[in-house]
Nanobody, 123 residues
Framework: QVQLVESGGGLVQAGDSLRVSCAAS????????MGWFRQAPGKEREFVAG??????RYADSVKGRFTISRDNAKNTVFLQMNSLRPEDTAVYYC??????????????????WGQGIQVTVSS
């Protein structure tokens, strides 16, 4: 079993930066592919970024603005979000894929999910 807990969300203005974290317990996070997803009201959950032993992957909408990283010693994954836009407003979820060594973008590939954290960007 893997438990994931997000933190660091909040309300910011357009153009600001924010870093959200995902702390894992139960197993070593470095063994997994980790992903960040988001879901805005009335929309489907969408892939944002992912990291595996083979590298990172980003959605086109965040490429160049967001950076995913992990600290294996802290068993934590981070999503650094810069140049935030109102359309980035959503609940952000971290997720773990314990089977694949590459990042995939569909949510059903991920077995474990955090509870989600709200990120709101005002214009």
């Amino acid at each position: 079993q893997v438990q994931l807990v997000e933190s660091g969300g909040g309300l910011v203005q357009a153009g600001d930066s924010l870093r959200v974290s995902c702390a894992a317990s139960g197993r070593t996070l470095s063994d997994f592919t980790m992903g960040w997803f988001r879901q805005a009201p009335g929309k489907e959950r969408e892939f944002v970024a992912g990291i595996s032993w083979s590298g990172t992957r980003y959605a086109d909408s965040v490429k160049g603005r967001f950076t995913i990283s992990r600290d294996n010693a802290k068993n934590t994954v981070f999503l650094q979000m810069n140049s935030l836009r109102p359309e980035d407003t959503a609940v952000y979820y971290c997720a773990a894929d314990t089977w694949r060594g590459v990042v995939v973008q569909y949510p059903t590939a991920y077995e474990y999910w955090g509870q989600g954290i709200q990120v709101t960007v005002s214009s």
